[in-house]
């Protein structure tokens, strides 16, 4: 079956510096991968769409500058949260789908990363 | 905007026990529903999807069964195992592939 693979699953750091993350379909390849958010107790929430070869579309009060996103290939898109602040510490997870089915086909998502600012 | 409810938020059954696990959403208008399940910390797996033209899906001891006209789907889980144990999320499929998920249920199973 198709693997999304994601890392780093854990990362801690200090307030205001910036961490990457990457997001890795490993057997397929995805013209198009999503970036979602889970704070405590809550639901998945979308934060942005990101487009092999074109800008990322984000979600509305997501902060494009704060989450850069880059989809440079056709099997990696990474999420950079810039001069992180201890209310950005969630649980980031990405979901990609194989570039030629439609809507019948489920989404992969990777195991997530659970960041945490100091 | 859609919204997707799952019911109860918590379940504590015993080993052995059948059970079922219910999603409502607002919006009719969806491609797909899917079913997944969530360990404490990791991520996502796909259990069962169900296309919109269906009514049910079944693998295993699971099956799925989806009302579009009245948004609801619903998660059944025969002969629960305490390795069934974990956060069962409900999402619909939007346009452009975007999911809306529930808060989801937590289950225990006990042995």
């Known amino acids: 079956g198709a693997v999304v693979s994601q890392h780093p699953s854990r990362v801690i750091c200090k307030s205001g510096t910036s961490v990457k993350i990457e997001c890795r379909s490993l057997?397929?390849?995805?013209?198009?991968m999503f970036w979602y958010r889970q704070f405590p107790k809550q639901s998945l929430m979308l934060m942005a769409t990101?487009?092999?070869?074109?800008?990322?579309?984000?979600e509305q009060g997501v902060e494009k500058d704060k989450f850069l996103i880059n989809h440079a290939s056709l099997t990696l898109s990474t999420l950079t949260v810039t001069s992180a602040h201890p209310e950005d510490s969630s649980f980031y997870i990405c979901?990609?789908?194989?570039?030629?089915?439609?809507?019948?086909?489920?989404?992969?998502f990777g195991n997530g990363t659970r960041l945490t600012v100091t | 905007k859609q919204e997707v409810t799952q019911i109860p938020a918590a379940l504590s059954v015993p080993e052995g026990e059948n059970l079922v696990l219910n999603c409502s959403f607002t919006?009719?208008?969806?491609?797909?529903l899917q079913w997944f399940r969530q360990d404490p910390g990791k991520g996502l797996t796909s259990l069962l999807l169900?296309?919109?033209?269906?009514r049910e899906q079944t693998s295993g001891r699971l099956n799925a069964s989806l009302d579009k006209s009245s948004g609801r789907s619903t998660l059944y889980i025969a002969a629960s195992q305490p390795g069934d144990s974990a956060t069962y999320l409900c999402?619909?499929?939007?346009?452009?592939?975007?999911?809306?998920f529930g808060k989801g249920t937590l289950l225990t199973v006990n042995p």
């Open positions: 169900i296309q919109s033209s269906q």
């Open positions: 919006d009719s208008a969806i491609y797909n």
């Open positions: 979901s990609a789908r194989p570039g030629a089915r439609g809507y019948n086909s489920p989404l992969h």
């Open positions: 990101s487009n092999e070869g074109s800008k990322a579309t984000y």
């Open positions: 057997d397929f390849q995805a013209t198009t």
């Open positions: 999402a619909v499929i939007r346009s452009n592939y975007k999911l809306t």
